[in-house]
């Protein structure tokens, strides 16, 4: 079946510190987005990503979109408290379906 | 801003008993989901819906239902409670057509003893 594989786990980095997640699927996408779970609240949807070797920028976060359309990164430069949470990317295989299948998550802490 | 609102942000409830989870949303989303969360493996699709009446299983439909009579509203149903449905429940929404933005609402904690 369709499988997200998101690495690392979990992530410890000092503030100032950049932090990347990679999301890897065995299946070429549709889309993929990506979205934060601050520690007790909910996922909130933060990009979308559609083209071939798309790049996003939002602020510190910069996001892209493998040339294959099989992987994904979120990068965040010189990471602050504010960062800490979980990051999940979420893909979508097109077709008639809406569903999107989540990655297991990444866990990033943040030491002042 | 769309807002969706889960019944109970905590529920306990007994191996064997019929659990109901509601959700609302108020941005008359077309499609709505139910998630369960449990540590390590990320969010699972357990059922969802692009109309009313309409609903879809997702990956782990198994001991679940779902119910969505009006467009605003989504069930989940545990027909017989086990412990092992213990989790974090979650509920989206999002418009129809190439998948957009998910909007979640806080979630249930539900604990079955």
């Known amino acids: 079946g369709q499988q997200v594989m998101q690495i690392p786990q979990y992530q410890h980095v000092q503030e100032g510190e950049d932090f990347t997640t990679y999301c890897n699927s065995s299946?070429?996408?549709?889309?993929i987005q990506w979205y934060k779970q601050r520690p007790g609240g909910h996922p909130v949807f933060l990009i979308q990503?559609?083209?071939?070797?798309e790049v996003k920028k939002q602020k510190r976060l910069t996001f892209q979109f493998g040339e294959a359309k099989k992987n994904s990164s979120l990068h965040i430069t010189a990471t602050q408290t504010t960062d800490v949470g979980t990051y999940f990317c979420?893909?979508?295989?097109?077709?008639?379906?809406?569903?999107?299948?989540f990655g297991t998550g990444t866990l990033l802490a943040v030491q002042p | 801003d769309v807002k969706v609102t889960q019944s109970s942000r905590y529920l306990v409830k007994r191996t064997g008993e019929k659990v109901f989870l509601e959700c609302v949303q108020d941005?008359?989303?077309?499609?709505m989901f139910w998630y369960r969360q449990d540590p390590g493996l990320g969010l699972r699709l357990i059922y969802f819906?692009?109309?009313?009446?309409?609903?879809e299983k997702g990956d782990i439909p198994e001991g679940y239902s779902v119910s969505r009579e009006k467009k605003e509203r989504f069930s989940l149903i545990l027909e017989s409670a086990s412990t092992n449905q213990t989790s974090m429940y979650l509920c989206?929404?999002?418009?129809?057509?190439?998948?957009?933005?998910?909007?979640f609402g806080d979630g249930t904690r539900l604990s079955i003893l």
């Open positions: 989206a929404s999002s418009l129809l057509g190439s998948p957009g933005p998910q909007h």
């Open positions: 299946t070429t996408l549709s889309n």
């Open positions: 990503l559609v083209k071939s070797g």
């Open positions: 979420a893909v979508n295989y097109g077709g008639a379906t809406n569903k999107l299948i």
């Open positions: 941005m008359d989303h077309e499609n």
């Open positions: 819906s692009y109309d009313v009446k309409m609903k």
